[in-house]
């Protein structure tokens, strides 16, 4: 009995995959939006706002703007989720970014893209660290 389950286990048993060789991670080939200028990023800066749909489709698109977290999960939706300069500077506030940059928590190829295009963002990550 022992020899049938382990020939039914050898023959399940597949070679290890891998991807093709000119495969990009998901993060390498999302389309991250920049913006053009750091001082046209008008967003709110206070109250709750309720962000649309096409921004943040989790069912809680609500964000009180004096709580902390809630304002960096909102710039974290708004960064990965911006299908346009006109999103970011919608919802986003030039000022405040520069000053919560260095806490949110960002995938690395937009946080590399952001920081290419405004080294001072890059600037306020190393003098938190």
């Known amino acids: 009995m022992g020899e049938v389950s382990e020939n039914v286990n050898a023959e399940r048993r597949e070679?290890?995959?891998?991807?093709p060789a000119d495969y990009l991670p998901y993060g390498d080939r999302k389309p991250y939006v920049v913006a053009e200028t750091l001082s046209a990023l008008h967003g709110p800066t206070r109250g709750v706002i309720a962000l649309?749909?096409?921004?943040?489709?989790?069912?809680?698109p609500e964000y009180d703007l004096s709580r902390p977290a809630r304002l960096a999960t909102m710039y974290k939706v708004v960064l990965t989720e911006a299908g346009s300069v006109a999103d970011l500077n919608a919802w986003l506030?030039?000022?405040?970014?520069?000053?919560?940059?260095?806490s949110l928590?960002?995938?690395?190829?937009?946080?590399?893209r952001w920081?290419?295009?405004f080294p001072e963002l890059a600037v306020t990550r190393t003098s938190a660290a």
């Open 93 to 102: 506030s030039g000022e405040l970014l520069v000053r919560l940059w260095s």
């Open 15 to 19: 070679p290890a995959s891998r991807p």
């Open 115 to 117: 920081e290419e295009r």
């Open 105 to 112: 928590w960002l995938p690395p190829q937009l946080r590399k």
């Open 52 to 60: 649309p749909r096409h921004l943040d489709w989790s069912g809680h």
